[in-house]
């Protein structure tokens, strides 16, 4: 098994995508997060309020500038010019919430990673904006669900 990640002396490298062809990409992924019934409690109309915000749309803002900052967090990754990011918030019971991160690009490389951090940095915020009421919040899982463009696509439900 080769990583692509690794030059021929083992040492890391950035993929070179010069020669791969302009495709539209998509990426979706999705983070399930336990907040408590405490936490769900406060919400009025899926959203809460709090002294530092409305949490959700504050949340979104974050996962959005996650997604368009993942180059800078993760070093193998590509700046790329973001077409679109949709991140969607659910309620799913009184004590679990799911977030999805959808990004869309015109590019040479795939947007798993900035979908993935997206999710991520929605559900920290989160944490962070709802740690006052309750801080054992637990993010559970955070996967991608999907990937369209490029040499494969991926659908993992």
């Known amino acids: 098994m ?4 690794l030059n021929s002396k083992n040492n890391p490298k950035m993929v ?3 020669d791969k062809k302009i495709t539209k990409r998509t990426a979706i992924a999705k983070a399930v997060m336990f907040l408590g019934k405490e936490v769900i409690s406060h919400f009025t109309n899926d959203e809460l309020i709090t002294k530092k915000g409305p ?7 974050a996962g959005i500038q996650g997604v368009k900052k993942t180059s800078e967090l993760i070093p193998m990754c590509h700046p790329l010019l973001i077409n679109g990011v949709d991140v969607d918030i659910n309620i799913v019971d009184d004590e679990s919430i799911e977030v999805f991160c959808k990004v869309t690009i015109e590019g040479k490389t ?3 990673m900035e979908a993935l951090t997206g999710a991520n940095i929605t559900c920290l915020t989160i944490y962070d904006m ?7 919040m637990v993010i559970k899982e955070v996967k991608l669900l999907e990937k369209t463009g ?3 696509d ?3 439900g």
């Open 2 to 5: 080769s990583f692509s990640h």
């Open 16 to 18: 070179n995508v010069s």
């Open 55 to 61: 949490v959700f749309q504050t949340a979104i803002i």
């Open 110 to 112: 795939g947007v798993e």
């Open 130 to 136: 709802c740690k006052s009421i309750n801080q054992k």
């Open 150 to 152: 490029g040499k494969s």
């Open 154 to 156: 991926i659908k993992n």
